[in-house]
């Protein structure tokens, strides 16, 4: 009997579901469905403004690009150009060099021949 009891008092308990039902008004799913379909257009708006402003950043990058490949090809120019000036610097400075001797050989030549000049009987 003991048994027909405890499953008698087990009968008599409700039971309990164990799934919950949830029901949402219309208006609520309604809304959702807005907010999230909004949502993912504002998502989609905001990827596509990056994807043109990615573009324009590509398009200024490449410009800078080539004028920065022109800049460096006019500083090249610019230092070949002062390599040859240097050389050029140095040879007109080797000949001013020996002119400044060669003026002094003269002088000292000339200054000679004056002091030889006065002490010759005329």
């Known amino acids: 009997m003991t048994e027909l009891a405890s499953e008698n008092a087990m009968n008599d308990q409700p039971k309990v579901q164990r ?70 610097s140095a040879a007109l400075t080797e000949r001013m060099s020996r002119a400044e001797s060669d003026l002094k050989e003269s002088r000292g030549v000339i200054e000679e021949l004056r002091r030889n000049q006065r002490w010759m009987p005329k």
Not at 22 to 32: A, H, R
């Open 19 to 88: 799934i919950i039902e949830m029901k949402f008004p219309i208006t609520w799913l309604i809304g959702f469905a807005m907010l999230l379909s909004s949502g993912i257009l504002a998502v989609y708006t905001k990827f596509t403004d990056y994807g043109r402003d990615i573009q324009v950043l590509t398009a200024t990058v490449n410009n800078l690009n080539a004028k920065t490949d022109t800049r460096d090809d006019r500083i090249t120019a610019v230092v070949q150009e002062m390599i040859q000036v240097k050389a050029g």
